[in-house]
Each structure stands twice: as structure tokens, then as C-alpha cells.
């Protein structure tokens, strides 16, 4: 075992507990919604063991002691991007293009391809904004896609992509992704959110979508059935209230839609961009994060720690602090983070792998596609 979770019968046994901290201890306990002022006390006064010992209550009682992973690769159709963001150390302008990538139709399904007789589950397909990369590229990317494996679930493009490829083809958002729908896309994943709140996102990422646009074509994807994630970049300008607006305002929509299968705080790294002079957070940080966006997030079942950025180890370690799914074996394809500055180089895990790791802090891998329908359920020794 490297961290047992922390037991919160001792944890309230402390008599100088604070007041509000026990109040919401008490919330939680009888599983009743924390308020905002609520998210924001636990941030300032949450002590690591306290907001670990009821992460843990909450995704015990969601999930037993279950992690769940997937069989998945990924596709990133190019780096060239038309924004600008602070934080982002992988894109390119497209003045300067010959630096970064930009992939063919036929070399992206040559990727698919490779996985010919292999039991992925799920390709994810994320990049930058090409401005000579439009809708009917991907709808026809997706159909290939679909017709050369069809049992493959499709989960492709941020927000920001798709409000730049939807407006450029001078369609309404319900209108441009209906036809990515009918192309074949099955779910978003849930990049480009970064922080919503307008004094941070004005500062780290001005120029792309805003947080109401980000929402909108959320929704309008959960109201054609499609599912998907939301994201949270933390660790750089934001204060605790800005992460619980962020979370909040998540928060609100899965009560309408109920179509976010899980939600992923993507840690700030630092390497090579223009925010490398900010600290990275410290791993107690991190883990009080997921910690408390357990505890707050009610209507999300599932938070991921998504390893490649996180690094296998503290991702394994948030395993006790609520999280319960490491995302998947993902292969060696995906270079946002390695970019900048996470540990992981090449990301590749094998199933074996991934199972040993939730093995090691006596958590029960489970194998789940897309919309976590369980696969196979590892018990100990069985491993593949
Ligand atoms: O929106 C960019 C983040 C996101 C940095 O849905 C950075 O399953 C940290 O969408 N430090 C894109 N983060 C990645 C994404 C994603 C990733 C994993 C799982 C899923 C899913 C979706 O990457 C961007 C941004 O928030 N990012 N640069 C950086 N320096
Ligand atoms: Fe482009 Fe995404 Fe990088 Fe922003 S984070 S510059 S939208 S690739």
C-alpha cells in the first residue's frame, strides 16, 4: 500500500475542528449539496486528511472501492493553432507551421489503423485550431473513421474547436454539431474550459471561446444525446473562488442535461510557455484538489486523474482523495503535456500496468468503455 485513504471517524475526533469544516462534514455525511462559500472554506481551511477522509466517504459510496480505466488511443490532427494561449506550450501559429505538425486525412486513419484487431475501445481525437482545417475535413475524417471500425466510440474535439470550425462554416452550434453527429461523433471530451471566470480567462486565454460559449456547446451536445467531460486547468492565476465559480457553473448545467460523464482537473504545467514563471502546485495541493472537487461536484459520478499530465505516481496516490479513473492506456501519441514539462515523455500504459497500480493502493480495476459501461472487472491476480 503507498496511502491508505484517511478515516474519518478519527479525523473528527480532532475537538479543534472548525466549526464550518464540521457543519460541512456533516453535509456530506447525510449527502446534502455544499454551497459555493461552502467549496471556498474548504479550499482555505480543508486540512489534506479532513478533505481526503470525506473525498474518500463520497467516492466509496459512489463507486466501492472500483477505479476504472479504458482502452484508448489518440489522434492529434496538428499543433498549428489560430490562439494564443498563455499557458500552452505545444501550439504554433500558423505563420510558423513548418515548426509543428499537420496531419493527412490518410495518415490519421493510418493511426486508426494500427489498432486493426486490437481491443481499444475509443479514440480521442484533440489538437489545435487549424485555420485551413474545417468542418467537412473532420465529418469526413469521422465517417472513414467509422466505417473502417465501427465498434470504435468516437470522442473528438474540444469546445474551442468546434466553435471555430462550426462558426467558420457560418452554422448555427445546434446545426454544425448535428452534422458532426450524423458524421459519426459520439462524445466531447472536455478540453478548452481552462477557468471560465472572465477576470482569469481575460488574462490566460482571451481570444477563444468564453465560458458561456463553452457551456453552450455542451449542452447543445447533451441535447443530441452525445455525451461529455469537463476539464479544470489549475495552479496558475486563480483564486479558490474562481475554481468553485468554475465548478459551480459545471455544476448547474449537469443538473439540467446530466450528460457530463466525468469531470478532470488538469494540473498547470509549466514547461516552455508563457507562464513558465509560475510555480507549479505542490502535490498536497493537488491532492487537496480532487479531493474537494469530489466532495463538491455531487452530480459528476466519475473525476479522473489524467496520468500523462499528473505523472503515474501522484495520480496513483489521488486514488485515496476521491478519484476513480485513470483515464486509459492512451499509447504514445498525445504531446500536450509532454510539452509542457510533465514527466511522461512517450505516455503508454499497459492494461497491466494500469491494473497494478490500482491493485497496489487495494482499489478493484475495472475496464470501461467511453460512457462507463463496465468491460471486465480485474480481480486480484487476474490480470491481462
Ligand atoms: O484545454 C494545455 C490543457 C487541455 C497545458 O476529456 C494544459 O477525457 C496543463 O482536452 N498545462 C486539452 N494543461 C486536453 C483535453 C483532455 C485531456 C485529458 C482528458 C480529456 C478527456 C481531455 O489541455 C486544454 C488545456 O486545459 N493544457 N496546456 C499546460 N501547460
Ligand atoms: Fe490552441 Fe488549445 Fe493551445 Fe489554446 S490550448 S493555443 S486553443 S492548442
Given at each position: 500500500m503507498i496511502l491508505k485513504p484517511f478515516n474519518l471517524a478519527e479525523v473528527l475526533k480532532n475537538s479543534d475542528l472548525d466549526k464550518g469544516l464540521r457543519a460541512i462534514a456533516e453535509k456530506v455525511q447525510s449527502n446534502e449539496r455544499l454551497t459555493d462559500e461552502e467549496g471556498v472554506l474548504l479550499f482555505e481551511k480543508g486540512e489534506l486528511g479532513f478533505v481526503g477522509a470525506l473525498a474518500n466517504l463520497v467516492a466509496e459510496r459512489l463507486h466501492g472501492g472500483k477505479v476504472y480505466f479504458n482502452r484508448n488511443f489518440h489522434i492529434e490532427p496538428t499543433n498549428v493553432c489560430v490562439f494564443t494561449c498563455n499557458f500552452c506550450s505545444y501550439s504554433r501559429l500558423y505563420k510558423h507551421r513548418d515548426d509543428g505538425w499537420e496531419l493527412?486525412?490518410?495518415?490519421?486513419?493510418?493511426?486508426?489503423?494500427?489498432?486493426?484487431?486490437?481491443?481499444?475501445?475509443?479514440?480521442?481525437?484533440?489538437?489545435?485550431v487549424h485555420p485551413k482545417m474545417n468542418l467537412d475535413f473532420?465529418?469526413?475524417l469521422l465517417s472513414?473513421?467509422?466505417?473502417?471500425?465501427p465498434?470504435?466510440?468516437?470522442?473528438?474535439?474540444?469546445?474551442?474547436?468546434?466553435?471555430?470550425?462550426?462558426?467558420?462554416?457560418?452554422?448555427?452550434?445546434e446545426e454544425g454539431m448535428k452534422k458532426l453527429s450524423d458524421a459519426g461523433l459520439q462524445s466531447l471530451p472536455g478540453g478548452g474550459a481552462e477557468i471560465f471566470h472572465p477576470d482569469v480567462r481575460n488574462e490566460i486565454c482571451a481570444d477563444k471561446v468564453d465560458a458561456d460559449g463553452w457551456l453552450h456547446i455542451h449542452e447543445t451536445a447533451h441535447?443530441?444525446?452525445?455525451?461529455?467531460?469537463?476539464?479544470?486547468?489549475?495552479g496558475h492565476i486563480e483564486n479558490y473562488a474562481h475554481r468553485i465559480d468554475h465548478m459551480s457553473r459545471l455544476r448547474a448545467l449537469q443538473d439540467k442535461?446530466?450528460?457530463?460523464?466525468?469531470?478532470?482537473?488538469?494540473k498547470f504545467r509549466n514547461g516552455d510557455n508563457?507562464?513558465?514563471?509560475?510555480?507549479?502546485?505542490?502535490?498536497?495541493e493537488d491532492l487537496r484538489l480532487y479531493a474537494i472537487s469530489r466532495i463538491f461536484m455531487d452530480n459528476f459520478r466519475n473525476l479522473k486523474a489524467y496520468w500523462p499530465m499528473l505523472g503515474r505516481q501522484t495520480a496513483q496516490l489521488t486514488l485515496s482523495f476521491g478519484v476513480n479513473d485513470l483515464d486509459g492506456t492512451i499509447d504514445d501519441t498525445t504531446k500536450i503535456y509532454s510539452m509542457a514539462g510533465a514527466e511522461e515523455q512517450t505516455p503508454s500504459l499497459t492494461t497491466e500496468q494500469l491494473c497494478e497500480m490500482i491493485l497496489a493502493v487495494g482499489r478493484i480495476p475495472v475496464e470501461r468503455d467511453t460512457l462507463y459501461n463496465e468491460i471486465k472487472v480485474?480481480?486480484?491476480g487476474v490480470l491481462l
Open positions: 493527412g486525412m490518410e495518415q490519421m486513419l493510418d493511426i486508426v489503423r494500427k489498432y486493426d484487431g486490437q481491443p481499444v475501445t475509443e479514440v480521442h481525437i484533440v489538437g489545435g473532420f465529418c469526413e472513414k473513421i467509422c466505417a473502417h471500425r465498434d470504435l466510440h468516437i470522442k473528438g474535439f474540444t469546445a474551442v474547436e468546434l466553435d471555430y470550425m462550426i462558426r467558420k462554416a457560418k452554422l448555427s452550434i441535447n443530441l444525446g452525445m455525451h461529455s467531460n469537463a476539464t479544470m486547468l489549475y442535461t446530466g450528460g457530463f460523464n466525468c469531470f478532470i482537473p488538469l508563457d507562464m513558465s514563471h509560475i510555480a507549479e502546485s505542490t502535490i498536497i480485474f480481480n486480484e
